[in-house]
């Protein structure tokens, strides 16, 4: 298993452009999350996911928007970047347990600089 | 607000040392605390997860200990290798409806040395 694999693994985006992250896992996870770290904070949730077709707000959603359209894939967008979204994003993915005791599985992360 | 503190935030070791780094929360209501690995350049690897009732729990040479009265955890390495270099992350986690809401800690960075 590949885990969890995300694309591109670095981008340079100039301020107003957009792009996409893809986030793919082969684990048939149902729950997926969209991270971001930067320097001196802790990571903080931007989207997630609970299944296929369904996504929800996390802590730090504005300027961005995401898309599950297949299980094993949560896409994650840049409508019009801006240099305060330079930062390493990180994906994850987690079964649904009602233990909520889970493991998350964290992809390797794409660094994305805005200029 | 939720709060996730970790100290120290960065320590420097002897190969074949033990070290304890310490996590302070204010999470409520509490479901779980986790504790990662970090290594430079790549993304968080669980190393444990506690609930309510551990007080401990074991991974190798990494044993994670929780206090839920008073709100604290520590992970302890015993007998630290090269290869324990990374960052330790201290997550705690909410109760929610549907998926668990996570803080993060900022992270304690270890690097262990000749």
């Known amino acids: 298993n590949a885990g969890v694999t995300q694309t591109p693994k670095f981008r340079v985006l100039k301020t107003g452009q957009s792009m996409t992250l893809l986030c793919a896992q082969d684990m048939n996870h149902e729950y997926m999350y969209w991270y971001r770290q930067d320097p001196g904070m802790g990571l903080r949730l931007i989207h997630y996911?609970?299944?296929?077709?369904?996504?929800a707000k996390g802590e730090v959603p504005d300027g961005y928007n995401v898309s599950r359209l297949k299980k094993q894939n949560f896409l994650l967008g840049l409508e019009s970047a801006a240099p305060s979204q330079t930062s390493v994003y990180f994906c994850?993915?987690?079964?649904?347990?009602?233990?909520?005791?889970?493991?998350?599985?964290f992809g390797p992360g794409t660094r994305l600089l805005v200029l | 607000k939720n709060q996730v503190e970790q100290s120290p935030q960065s320590l420097i070791i002897l190969e074949g040392k033990n070290c304890t780094l310490q996590c302070n929360y204010t999470v409520s209501p509490f479901s779980n605390l986790r504790w990662y690995k970090q290594d430079t350049g790549r993304g968080p690897v669980s190393l444990t997860i506690?609930?309510?009732?551990?007080n401990t729990k074991s991974n190798g040479r990494y044993t994670a200990t929780l206090d839920a009265d008073t709100k604290q955890s520590s992970l302890h390495i015993t007998a630290s290798q090269l290869s324990d270099s990374a960052s330790y992350i201290c997550v705690v986690s909410e109760k929610t409806g549907t998926a668990s809401k996570l803080t993060f800690g900022t992270g304690t960075r270890l690097q262990v040395t000749l």
């Open positions: 994850a993915s987690t079964k649904a347990t009602s233990g909520r005791q889970e493991t998350q599985y």
């Open positions: 996911s609970v299944g296929e077709g369904t996504t």
């Open positions: 506690m609930t309510f009732s551990e």
